[in-house]
Structures are given as C-alpha cells and as structure tokens.
C-alpha cells in the first residue's frame, strides 16, 4: 500500500472541511469555502515549488485556521471547530498527535507561553465546551488562558 504524503492528507483535510463548513450560513465560512475553491489547484498539482514546500504552507495553514474561525457566531464556530477536527482526524491523526503532545507540555508547565500555545489551547477549549464530561480539563484550560490574557498577551 502506498504511503500517502503530507500534501496529499492536507488537501483531504482542507476538502473535507470546506465541504462540511459550506453548508453553515455564516459569512465568515462562506469566504474560507470561496478561498479554497480558488487555490485548491496550486496544492492539488504543485509545479512552482517542492511539494514539501507547498505542505508546510499548509500545515501552518490549518494551525491558523481555530484563529481564523474565533470571529463566527458562537454556534457556527462550534460546528466549524467539529468539522475540522473530525477531517484531522480522518486524514492527518499525526497532526493531532503532535498538538495533544503540546497541550500536555502546556498543562504541566502550568502556563502559556505565546499566542501560538494560547490559540491551541482557545482551540481546544472550544472543541471541549458544552461537553460536561470535560469540566474538570475546561476549568483547568479556562485558567490557563485567562492568566495568559491577563498578563497583558
């Protein structure tokens, strides 16, 4: 069986949840949809650059994108964060790995360091909130970011 590359699960992840998010009646994700559709062809058949190029781009393409989807209304935001969390996990798992690695680092440490480590913990508050199984992790997130915020971040 062949091993798929990183560009290839990328441009999965991005089809699935453009797929998914085009159906929210929100303007915010009708843009990031009318983006995709524009570029999609430039990482479906690279030719300007190392596919490896192109898959960095677009590895810190999806770690913006929580950011980019923070301004949408509370519930259309919520829908957003599951349908890119679910086209993560179906096509990149590796990715989420790697960020489970990091909000455990943060946890321990007991503290944020930068916007970066704050947007994966904002990312995962969001995708945890409303879940009451989750209170204890969300009360613990919910202080780690309010300190990070309240030191003037």
Known sequence: M??????????AVFDQFHYAIARLDDPKAQRLVENWAGIRHQYVAPTSAPRSAFAAGME???RETPMLLQSMPPE??????QALASATSTHFPDFLAKDNKRLAKIKERGSIRGEREFHLVRHHIDLLEGEPSH???LKALYALAY??????A
């Open 76 to 81: 259309a935001r919520k829908i957003a964060f």
């Open 60 to 62: 810190q393409g999806l």
């Open 2 to 11: 062949a091993r798929t590359d990183k560009l290839t699960k990328l441009v």
């Open 147 to 152: 300190n990070f915020e309240s030191l003037g």
């Open 135 to 137: 209170a204890e992790e």
